[in-house]
């Protein structure tokens, strides 16, 4: 998966990264009870565009080279990529 760390991740997942996002499985936190959940397994980032009540996010399975969209209660925790604008 070119987005992946190219360490980090469990059973032979890692990736190539060759757009320098080194992507790693995070998890998310639950807003229902705030616990934590897949931080070994899964990465889930959040997208700039929302969907109703709801955001997008994406994430990246540790098996899968895949990457999924689905939407969530923004009030979800999930991984945020901050860009800084070039000079």
């Known amino acids: 998966m070119q987005l992946k760390s190219t360490s980090g991740w469990p059973s032979g997942g890692n990736g190539t990264d060759d757009f320098g996002f080194s992507a790693l499985p995070g998890g998310f936190r639950?807003?229902?009870?705030?616990?934590?959940?897949?931080?070994?397994f899964y990465g889930y980032w959040w997208s700039s565009s929302p969907d109703g009540g709801d955001?997008?996010?994406?994430?990246?399975?540790?098996?899968y080279p895949v990457i999924y969209r689905y939407d969530f209660n923004p009030r979800g925790g999930f991984s945020v990529r901050c860009l800084r604008d070039a000079d």
């Open 55 to 63: 955001a997008w996010y994406r994430y990246l399975d540790y098996y």
């Open 30 to 40: 639950l807003n229902s009870n705030g616990n934590f959940y897949y931080a070994d």
